[in-house]
């Protein structure tokens, strides 16, 4: 089962500053191998469902070692039997409306 | 790793009506053992994170099963390292500090 | 238009604690005279569309008073135009399902 | 009040494909002359409170002037005080901490 993800984890209890736990995320997923493209509230990531969930434990992991003592993340799950979607095609979906438009 | 994830599966593609979807997802977690508690737009979950995991991909298994083509899943996930902290008590520590009031 | 909303307002940069400001809204919530329920990971909220979101904004402005520099709310929305669904009845939808049950 | 935000309108009972009432809601937010940007599981929105929470009701109207029953909304929002960010700021701020990196 193939999946695509939007991730945003919170550290609490370090700061005002996440940056450098959300960017240890992301070295998370760079390293999982997993396809992903980050935006200003999250991160996409798309792959088999095992390996995205993997690598969503260990970002819980790698913060809390971090020290941050508490975590929240909201995350959307998408999963469809339907047909194979990757994250460019369903940008696609939507902009392909919009063609010729100016 | 303990954690608490709030959990709302919405099933696309099956008409208006998704609550008997939503009623074979409290079956899943049920049926798993895990301590919950449904609210009017999701459900409350806690337990060790893997348990916890395996159920959700059993609720998207379970719903695409059913007939559901696509699915699209929204999840909190909490986890803190300071101390354990179970559902109840999340709730308590903000309603007691109401204690008194009328 | 009538809306249930879930809502989850998590203060960043005031520690791990953040019971008092989610107390914080939830009088903000009662004030405002909207039907609610607070659960392990959120509050869910019913009523008009501009009054309860009248009510959000009033929670942000309240939460950064206390002194909180920066806030990441998580919420759903939800709204329906084939029937009026109350909180109660969201959740009776699903239960009524087990009825018999053991 | 500044805010960022990020959105995911899902509309139940339509079918499986909703990439018209997702074009639908990009149309409402472009001609509310916000800054925005789609992703693969959202658009970020950013400006002031009003003006953004204005443009959320309406992709709710529209999409249900477009025949949908029901909807139901995922969106996070971000405020803070201490200082102004925009979303190419918030991207920034974590993948500067990859430069250098091949």
Same mark, same amino acid.
């Given at each position: 089962m193939n999946v695509i993800i939007d991730i945003c984890v919170v550290p609490?209890? +370090?700061g005002v500053s996440v940056s450098a736990h959300v960017?240890?995320?992301q070295e998370v997923i760079r390293e999982a191998g997993l396809e992903h493209r980050m935006h200003a509230y999250g991160t996409n990531v798309e792959g088999p469902w095992d390996d995205v969930m993997a690598a969503v434990k260990r970002c819980?992991? +790698?913060v809390h070692e971090m020290g941050a003592p508490r975590i929240t993340t909201t995350m959307k799950i998408s999963t469809r039997t339907d047909r194979v979607q990757?994250?460019?095609e369903k940008v696609a979906s939507v902009t392909d409306r919009f063609d010729g438009k100016p």
């Open positions: 609490i209890g +370090v960017a240890a995320c819980h992991e +790698v990757h994250m460019d």
